[in-house]
């Protein structure tokens, strides 16, 4: 489970990075530290024409993901686009006593965790296309990117996540948002044979770290593979996206069980640091089917991972 000092060090990382995102990055940086110590100071942006303002976290989760090449801002026209799409400051997650949750833009969530605001205010998914298709979500968490995917459109969501606190809390954030019709949760491990997969007893800020793998122990939930959720929720794979967050398991899954990833017509995997230098080898698998684009692999010092979006060729 990684210290706060260590998320700290992550987040200043990912700022230095942030001299290749905007303009006025050094005043960004010092102005981000000051509220950190607990400061009330604004953060506005600059890039070319463009001038916007940011909160310190969308800031935060902008320059972690500029390290490692995963956010694409620009100014067209005298409007921003963060990862192609217009970007419109949209405020803050903003505590509701009426539902004891955060609400923004009428999004409930019962608690934000690091990954909303890079789903949500970083434009980490943007480019799929989900609208009126199935989507296997692979490492649902607390499910931020399954109520994203049925917020843009999709007819189901299939919601596969092992950890039993970020499960629970799935459950709660699917209700808040009535996605009851829409997201369908799996409290299971995905893995390429049928078995158990052993889930690690830490916090839920922490699983977001770990690689549930197969095995057996105390805290252990069934394994599913794809094969399974293809027959169980009846999903036509040729028009679904497959969505992997698993922290590791895609080292497991797409060199063992590719006879079923290749089915889906669209990837989203996000691959992690236990795998980097076998990074090729997975490209290597992925580009017998699919044409892939791979952000933050050209960054040669970084080591912690980034996203691979594939198309069926």
């Known amino acids: 489970m990684p210290s706060r000092v260590t998320k700290a060090l992550m987040i200043i990382k990912g700022a230095l990075y942030s001299r290749y995102v ?50 694409e801002i620009s100014c067209v026209d005298g409007e921003l686009y963060i990862n192609g799409k217009r970007y419109e400051y949209q405020g803050v997650w903003v505590y509701d006593k009426s539902c004891n949750c955060y609400v923004k833009n009428n ?50 969501v299939v919601a596969v996540e092992p950890h039993s606190g970020a499960f629970a809390e799935m459950l709660d954030n699917i209700r808040l948002n009535n996605m009851e019709g829409v997201i369908i949760p799996v409290n299971a491990g995905l893995a390429s044979k049928p078995g158990k997969v052993c889930v690690n007893n830490v916090g839920i800020d922490a699983t977001g770290f770990i690689y549930h793998g197969p095995g057996d122990c105390p805290n252990a939930v069934p394994a599913v ?46 691959y992690h640091y236990p795998g980097f230098n076998r990074l090729d080898d997975l ?31």
């Open 22 to 71: 905007f303009d006025n990055w050094l005043s960004l940086l010092i102005r981000f530290a000051l509220t950190r110590l607990g400061f009330d100071v604004r953060l506005m942006a600059r890039v070319g024409d463009c001038t916007f303002e940011l909160s310190p976290e969308v800031f935060g989760c902008l320059a972690v993901r500029a390290s490692y090449g995963a956010v």
């Open 107 to 156: 999004v409930r969530f019962k608690q934000i965790h690091w990954t909303i605001y890079q789903v949500f205010d970083c434009g980490e998914y943007e480019p799929s296309n989900v609208e009126g298709r199935v989507v296997v979500d692979i490492g649902a968490y607390v499910g931020d990117s399954a109520v994203y995917f049925a917020l843009r459109g999709a007819r189901r």
């Open 225 to 270: 593979t794809l094969g399974e959720l293809i027959n169980r929720f009846n999903i036509n794979p040729s028009d679904a996206v497959l969505k992997i967050d698993c922290e590791g398991c895609e080292f497991d899954i797409i060199p063992n069980d590719y006879e079923h990833v290749r089915l889906f017509r669209e990837l989203i995997l996000e």
């Open 283 to 313: 490209l290597v698998i992925l580009n017998r089917d699919y044409k892939c684009e791979v952000r933050g692999y050209k960054i040669k010092d970084y080591k912690n991972g980034a996203l691979i979006h594939c198309i069926r060729k």
